[in-house]
């Protein structure tokens, strides 16, 4: 069967036509493309925009927007994103991640979509022509959306306050077995003052490890402080199995790498 593309210099027109049964979003088109080539028989109709909006990056006062069609590659070598870069170039290898987008990974079912992890730590904000999500009710309801994201946007975070873990098999561009980001914010005595920490594979999307930020809370950042966090990371989590890993080990190595993350 073969795929019909449809191109439109506008959201507001891509959008409706969206609708349409068997019509799907074509960003970078790593993950779509490829279904459709081991036969995915569901998408008759690729959209595409070509607003050249979708691929801008701004960052202004301590503010950051990144268009949805903005590529991991975009996002590695601008200066003003050195924080984020860890995050963008654990995306594939460089031919994917000059076509991986942001706003893919949003859509990206785990293992992939290392990037929505990171933006889901950095407490993102995602925004389409109907409005503006947080990252995290916008992943909830992702699988039931028919609106195109335009953009993402969140507050630059400082250098020593994000980090970002992804463990793969295969150096240095393999799939997850997982990852994990984190937002920290220490006082001067280096306890834990807030803490947000998002993990990748540990359910079908990316989700929050809320009682081992709970836990975080007035610790300093050493291995008996951190202990209590560690033991609660797996709360409500969900592994994937897949030919990469089983659920039972994903579950199993999550302590030893957050752990790792935490005493970097």
């Known amino acids: 069967m073969s795929l019909m593309l449809q191109t439109f210099s506008s959201v507001k027109d891509a959008n409706a036509a969206l609708q349409a ?7 970078g088109g790593t993950l779509m493309v490829r279904a459709a080539n081991e036969g995915d028989v569901s998408v008759s109709s690729l959209i595409r925009v070509t607003d050249p909006g979708l691929s801008q990056i701004a960052v202004s006062g301590g503010k950051v927007r990144l268009g949805a069609s903005v590529t991991m590659a975009a996002i590695a070598r601008h200066p003003e994103l050195a924080a984020l870069a860890p995050a963008a170039r654990a995306v594939g290898g460089p031919a994917i991640r000059n076509m991986a987008t942001v706003g893919g990974n949003l859509f990206a079912p785990a293992p992939y979509g290392d990037f929505a992890v990171a933006l889901l730590a950095l407490d993102a904000t995602v925004v389409t022509e109907d409005g503006e999500l947080p990252v995290e009710a916008f992943l909830a309801d992702r699988n039931t959306s028919r609106v195109i994201v335009t953009s993402v946007r969140f507050s630059l975070p400082k250098a020593e306050s994000f980090r970002f873990l992804k463990v793969s098999r295969v150096k240095p561009k393999g799939v997850s077995v997982l990852s ?3 937002l920290l914010e220490l006082a001067s005595d280096g306890a834990v003052t807030s803490a947000r920490i998002a993990l990748g ?4 999307r990316p989700m929050r490890a809320l009682a081992a930020e709970k836990a975080l809370l007035g610790c300093k950042l050493t291995p008996r402080e951190i202990a209590s966090a560690l033991a609660a990371a797996s709360e409500g989590i969900a592994p994937i199995t897949d030919p990469i890993a089983s659920a039972w080990y994903r579950a199993e190595v999550l302590p030893v790498h957050l752990g790792r993350l935490l005493l970097d």
């Open 180 to 182: 994990i980001a984190a």
């Open 201 to 204: 594979c540990m359910a079908d």
């Open 21 to 27: 049964a068997g019509t799907r979003y074509l960003g």
